[in-house]
């Protein structure tokens, strides 16, 4: 009898390490479909380092719960899990991380080619506006936090708009409203720009492209649509120039200084010219390219208001 149980028990034991055996075997042949000899993952990786996205410089800021789901990688995949929009993310994280694989990607959910996908594409409800919704197709990633946190209040009963803050203005990222001919300030009237009708793909297409670098540089995929030559620099110096025109005209009035607005009450012209200014020079910063017809308009408008 207890040469059957021992014989039982051994046979037991080596059906246990036969099946975990295997199970890491299977593992190991799932993980080879991205962990293989190639540069697939640390080129992308080393690409990464060079982009603003992936240097951290600003991940610590997401132990705050009003800037986590946007400056902290791992509070972002969270807030995506949940639902939440960046203003709805009710606290910080406790251990914030920069934008990186699993920031973006579903790294390690199947251990197969499909954890490349991205968290999310679903169309974005940009919250700063009543039923204005972003659909950029892969974009749509980004639009989550590439949107306006605020509009421009409205002006007082003697027509004057407060500047509250030395960080007043539309907050970072605003570039999917930008895209669409929305956010300044004024009654300049905007349009969905060319690159929101017309690149499937809008934020991945033109800065990650066709050979998926991912260190965000904006003419990534530009060749697809332009020739080679295209002017694109030049209109871009224009709009610097307006840009340069409209800065020096807000120091000359004192609502700008040191790279912030100053805190006053304003003429309401006056002010909405400030937020555009930072809408478009410092937030934006694409010099026109997201959408050239509303960048100019609002640039022209705001120093005609202001001379």
């Not at 694989?101 to 996908?117: K, M």
């Not at 919250?127 to 639009?143: H, M, P, Q, R």
């Not at 300030?185 to 349009?191: E, K, P, S």
């Not at 904006?218 to 295209?230: I, M, N, R, V, Y």
Request: with cysteine; hydrophobic share 40%.
């Amino acid at each position: 009898m207890q040469t059957r149980t021992r014989f039982m028990a051994v046979m037991f034991t080596l059906v246990v390490l036969l099946m975990a055996t295997s199970s890491v075997l299977a593992q190991e042949i799932s993980c080879s479909a991205c962990h293989d000899d190639s540069t697939l993952i640390t080129g992308k990786q080393t690409s990464l380092s060079d982009a603003v996205h992936g240097t951290g410089e600003a991940f610590g800021r997401g132990t705050r719960a009003g800037c986590a789901g946007c400056h902290s990688g791992g509070a972002f995949s969270a807030m995506v899990a949940q639902g939440l929009t960046p203003d709805t993310v009710e606290v910080g994280d406790p251990n914030p991380t920069r934008q990186d694989c699993r920031t973006c990607h579903q790294v390690h959910v199947t251990n197969t080619e499909a954890d490349w996908a991205l968290e999310t594409t679903a169309p974005v409800a940009l919250y700063a506006f009543e039923n204005k919704t972003f659909d950029g197709g892969k974009g749509n990633l980004c639009a989550n936090c590439h949107q306006p946190r605020r509009v421009i209040a409205a002006a007082d009963p003697n027509d004057n708009i407060a500047v509250t803050s030395s960080h007043w203005g539309p907050h970072h990222g605003p570039q999917s409203a930008m895209l669409l001919g929305m956010g300044g300030a004024g009654d300049v009237a905007g349009t969905p720009s060319f690159h929101s009708k017309m690149v499937t793909d809008t934020c991945v297409t033109c800065h990650i492209g066709p050979e998926m670098k991912h260190n965000f540089e904006a003419k990534a995929g530009c060749s697809d649509c332009h020739a080679e030559d295209f002017d694109l620099d030049i209109k871009q110096a224009e709009v610097e120039a307006l840009i340069v025109e409209l800065g020096e005209l807000l120091e000359a009035k004192g609502l700008y200084h040191d790279g912030h607005p100053v805190v006053g009450l304003y003429p309401a012209a006056q002010a909405q010219a400030l937020w555009n200014y930072i809408f478009i020079a410092v937030e934006d910063g694409s010099l026109g390219v997201h959408n050239p017809d509303y960048t100019r308009a609002l640039l022209e408008a705001s120093i005609a208001a202001l001379q």
